[in-house]
């Protein structure tokens, strides 16, 4: 089970003013089971990619493989690549359109033509899973808080169960407590339901959090691609492009600088408190 | 653009009244020179009755084509737009026309050779009517198209008219635009990745389809409103009186050529139409 990429490009409004190179020759493979979290600033090709991968837009050159299948093959069906790789967008409650929270959850379901009965039990269990009780199922979206209302609409897509799962921004807007619970829910997502998770987001912190994977874009190229650890070493190449490392290992690098022989690759706060532990060892210092 | 693209291409194609960016004379014109030329030219169209006045305005048109740096091909997109209005009116005036020179006649239909000139001399209108004004748009930006039309219709003001507020409306209408296509857009994706489809099925189903669309299309149009509402009263905007302008309007050389070419043009038509034939 994998996705792949093979030398992909996408160019929006070709031969016009506006003509923009969104991604250039992009190789990727994504397998089942990784939580990837894909960084870059503004304007890098990171949605042109998410949207590529569940056939939203078409390549204008390359190749995309769904389990070893071309999803520009004239039989693949893109209805069940839609089910089966689920986008969640920015801000995605500005998507909920129905009257009460569990008919815009039943949306998803309904268009993949199940059963009525399925599309309920489905809907339901994806509002479970967010933590959107009972008692606010025929709600209006506008009568739920800013965070349910994120949270009902990632259910809209859970609910079709996809076993891909993108997600872009999902914390953008929300205050830390909303960001927490929405990053815990994808954990939740990856661990115990296997789910594969792409994790677009301009949060270091989030990403070397959660995630085992980090690709970097830069203008439509993927710049870095490995385990956090290896990718922020490079923190100097990321300040470059307009990124930067977690800022912990800023922390670490400042002490490695001022004499205290630490090692540096720490990329979250407990990572670093364990580098800090072993350099007091060593050193004997009581901490 | 197979059915899999969404709404990716739909939305993009939409070229007329749109600006396109570029350095050209045309660009440069004060946008009141643009506005009468292009109204005038448009009066035009409606008085020629001869073939060489056609020809005419088809080769003023070429050129100002030419003079604008705008590409011939992306101006030609925004007639794909309009080919169904098009075809609707042609379609009426050859089959349904009146003349002395029958050459079909079955029941309701009848063609004839006068019908068939008429259609064409329409078509012909329309194409130029469509391209010249799209010129227009492709050649100024909105804001300054505004600024041109307010200050153009200031005499209005004495009538009572508030033209500054009317400018600023529709200012604000065109900025808003390619904001909301790109909502839309981006709103039709969200749909599509949870299996929504906008393309097939017969115009019931169709129209029905598109509600997952425009709920939140609307909402979010309220939302911005709401909000621009609220940032230009934390600026105590209220109204035209009084109000300055950044870049007042102003003349230059450039645009007397302007308008002399324009007159010169409407001197030719006159000459064509009264002497010529």
């Known amino acids: ?287 | 653009m197979g059915k899999e693209r969404g709404g990716d291409i739909i939305i993009r194609d939409i070229t007329i009244g749109q600006y396109y960016p570029a350095k050209s004379v045309l660009h440069s014109l004060d946008p009141r020179v643009k506005l009468a030329g292009t109204f005038l030219y448009i009066i035009s169209l409606f008085i020629f009755e001869s073939l060489s006045g056609y020809v005419l305005a088809g080769l003023i048109l070429l050129l100002t084509i030419k003079a604008s740096h705008v590409p011939f091909s992306y101006i030609v997109k925004g007639l794909k737009s309009v080919v169904f209005v098009m075809m609707f009116a042609v379609f009426f005036n050859v089959f349904f026309s009146h003349g002395q020179h029958q050459l079909v006649k079955y029941g309701v239909i009848s063609i004839t050779v006068e019908g068939i000139e008429l259609a064409c001399f329409m078509a012909i209108r329309l194409v130029y009517l469509i391209l010249g004004s799209s010129l227009m748009t492709f050649t100024t930006t909105p804001n300054q198209l505004t600024d041109g039309l307010e200050k153009a219709l200031a005499p209005l003001n004495r009538l009572k008219i508030p033209v500054h507020e009317i400018a600023m409306m529709m200012s604000i209408a065109l900025r808003f635009i390619p904001i909301l296509l790109e909502e839309a857009d981006k709103i039709m994706k969200a749909q599509s990745a949870r299996g929504a489809d906008f393309e097939t099925g017969n115009l019931m189903t169709r129209a029905k389809r598109l509600v997952p669309l425009l709920v939140p299309l609307f909402i979010s149009a309220f939302r911005r409103a709401n909000d621009l509402a609220m940032a230009m009263e934390a600026r105590c905007y209220r109204g035209g009186e009084g109000r300055t302008k950044m870049k007042p309007l102003k003349y230059k050389r450039l645009d007397y050529v302007g308008y002399s070419l324009v007159a010169s043009y409407l001197g030719i038509v006159f000459v064509i139409e009264n002497y010529i034939i």
């Open chain 1, 1 to 287: 089970m994998s996705i792949r990429l093979e030398h992909v490009n996408y160019v929006y409004s070709s031969g016009t003013a506006y003509e923009k190179h969104a991604v250039k020759d992009l190789n990727i493979t994504i397998e089942s089971g990784e939580f990837i979290g894909i960084i870059g600033h503004t304007g890098s090709g990171k949605s042109t990619l998410t949207q590529l991968l569940n056939g939203l837009i078409k390549a204008t050159d390359g190749h995309i493989y769904y389990n070893d299948k071309s999803i520009y093959d004239k039989k693949f069906d893109m209805r069940q690549l839609r089910g089966q790789v689920g986008l969640v967008f920015q801000y995605p409650e500005h998507q909920l359109f129905e009257t009460s929270i569990i008919r815009d959850v039943s949306f998803g379901p309904a268009n993949m033509g199940l059963a009525k009965d399925e599309i309920e039990k489905r809907a339901k269990m994806a509002l479970m899973q967010v933590g959107i009780g009972e008692d606010l199922f025929e709600a209006s979206p506008f009568e739920l808080s800013g965070g349910q209302r994120r949270r009902a609409a990632i259910a809209g897509v859970l609910a079709m169960e996809p076993s891909y799962l993108i997600l872009d921004e999902p914390t953008a807007g929300l205050d830390p407590k909303g960001r927490e619970e929405i990053l815990e829910l994808i954990r939740w997502l990856h661990e115990t339901r296997h789910i594969t998770v792409l994790l677009v987001s301009h949060s270091m912190e989030d990403v070397a959090e959660y995630v085992n994977r980090i690709i970097v874009m830069n203008h439509g190229q993927i710049a870095f691609d490995g385990v956090p650890k290896e990718v922020f070493k490079n923190y100097r190449e990321l300040e470059k492009i307009g990124l930067a490392a977690p800022q912990v290992t800023y922390v670490m690098n400042q002490l490695k600088d001022n004499g205290f022989q630490v090692e540096t690759d720490a990329v979250t706060v407990e990572e670093a408190y364990e580098a800090i532990k072993v350099w007091a060892r060593k050193e004997g210092v009581i901490l």
